[in-house]
């Protein structure tokens, strides 16, 4: 079929739009049309690493929609549904059957390759010059920077009619990052104290879920002071790294724990940050480091073996989409995790807008939205 799709066409390019060939859902897929996609910051770090032998590329891993057509061996998904698409899992390697979906022995190959798991390319667009020619989708099994998306029975989730898709579609990735990061990798106790560095959309869904579970000690790092503003109004207590007259920050989130956090979590992908984040520890105390751009960090290696730290990654916050995405919506209704207001909506011409707008610290979370 015909639709529409953002393409990047070379390393670190603009989305552009273009009309593009999709395949039909083979038997293991669903077709969705796309009513939202939220922008993470993924989106723009991935096609700065692809070398131009993967382009053009549809990324795009935060989508919402409406089911069009279902395949024969699908089951739980019905045309008409609402789902929110998140990442892919095989569902059968021993990671996958111990429920660490995101550690599936597939997963470079199930989100990342820009084709299905047997080589094929699910999508394709006509040259100037009349050529045929492939374009890398299935980002995420969903490449969802586009009208349609194809998606698969591991990687949809279905969700209420009821619900607003603008709102949902960062539970796919961002949201779900944050809040699985603190719910599943964490479990804080209240008592328990956090320090989160970098409060964009993966940072603030942290700080979110950690007061929405009761931590009453959450400390939130931004140079941005409207991002500083959101995490106090979650009821943690804000700092600027780059406060002139302050103390270090290690020094202050010291102090405002009594001695140093229980947990850090990192969404700044900053090898200072991630080393600050490690000193502000009390002994046996965690890091997740979460975000992605840095290729090396720091680790101070003598306050790791004195004290008994652990600095440990995750991958979208050791959560199961069908599983979480359900699990954060009943937490967002209970009033919990309240998430709405770091969304906006652009209409899906405004891209770049979106891009810029996010890059400037203006808006937390961009979503497009496709429209009719
Ligand atoms: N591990 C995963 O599965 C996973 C999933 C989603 C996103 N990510 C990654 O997480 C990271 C965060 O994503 P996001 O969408 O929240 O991005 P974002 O840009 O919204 O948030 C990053 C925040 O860090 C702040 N920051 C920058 N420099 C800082 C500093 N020196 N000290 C403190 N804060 C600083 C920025 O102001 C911003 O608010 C990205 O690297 C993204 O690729 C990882
Ligand atoms: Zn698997
Ligand atoms: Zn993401």
Redesign the pocket.
């Known amino acids: 079929m015909q639709t529409t799709a953002f393409l990047v066409e070379e390393p670190g390019g603009d989305f552009v739009l273009a009309d593009v060939e999709l395949d039909e859902p083979r038997d293991d897929e669903v077709l969705v049309r796309v009513v939202a996609t939220g922008?993470?910051?993924?989106d723009?770090?991935v096609p700065t690493m692809l070398p131009q032998e993967m382009l053009p590329t549809v990324v795009g891993h935060e989508g919402t929609g409406v089911v069009e057509r279902v395949g024969a061996a699908v089951t739980g998904i019905e045309v008409g549904d609402h789902v929110v698409m998140s990442?892919r899992s095989c569902r059968s390697c021993a990671a996958c059957r111990a429920g660490d979906v995101?550690y599936c022995e597939q997963s470079l190959l199930l989100n990342y390759m820009g084709m299905r798991a047997d080589g094929s390319a699910s999508m394709s667009r006509q040259r100037d010059d009349g050529r045929r020619q492939t374009v890398f989708g299935n980002f995420f099994g969903q490449s969802s920077l586009a009208r349609h998306a194809l998606a698969y029975a591991d990687n949809c989730v279905v969700v209420d009619r009821s619900l607003d898709l603008t709102r949902l579609a960062p539970f796919g990735?961002?949201f779900?990052?944050?809040a699985g990061?603190v719910l599943n990798v964490l479990a804080p106790e209240p008592g328990d104290s956090i320090v989160v560095?970098?409060?964009?959309?993966?940072?603030?869904?942290a700080v979110a879920a950690a007061r929405g579970a009761g931590v009453e000690t959450v400390v939130a790092?931004?140079?941005?002071p409207a991002?500083r503003t959101l995490a106090e109004e979650y009821g943690a207590t804000a700092l600027d790294?780059?406060d002139p007259g302050a103390a270090s920050?290690e020094d202050r989130v010291r102090e405002l724990t009594g001695g140093g956090a229980t947990y850090a979590v990192d969404?700044?992908?900053?090898p200072?940050?991630v080393l600050?984040a490690q000193r502000s520890l009390r002994s046996r105390g965690m890091l997740v480091?979460?975000?992605?751009?840095a290729a090396e960090y720091t680790l101070d290696a003598i306050d790791l073996l004195q004290s008994g730290k652990v600095v440990r990654?995750?991958?979208?916050?050791d959560a199961d989409p069908l599983v979480m995405v359900p699990r954060l919506i009943e937490l967002r209704e209970a009033g919990r995790f309240d998430v709405d207001h770091l969304v906006t909506t652009y209409p899906f011409e405004r891209i770049a807008d979106a891009v810029a707008d996010?890059?400037a610290?203006k808006v937390?979370?961009p979503v497009l939205v496709w429209g009719e």
Request: some cysteine; charged content about 10%; aromatic content about 2%.
């Open positions: 922008l993470c910051h993924t723009l770090t990442f995101g990735c961002g779900q990052t944050g990061t560095l970098g409060a964009g959309a993966v940072g603030l869904a790092v931004d140079p941005l991002r790294p780059g920050l969404t700044t992908a900053v200072e940050v600050t480091a979460l975000g992605l751009g990654s995750s991958v979208e916050g996010s890059a610290g937390v979370k």
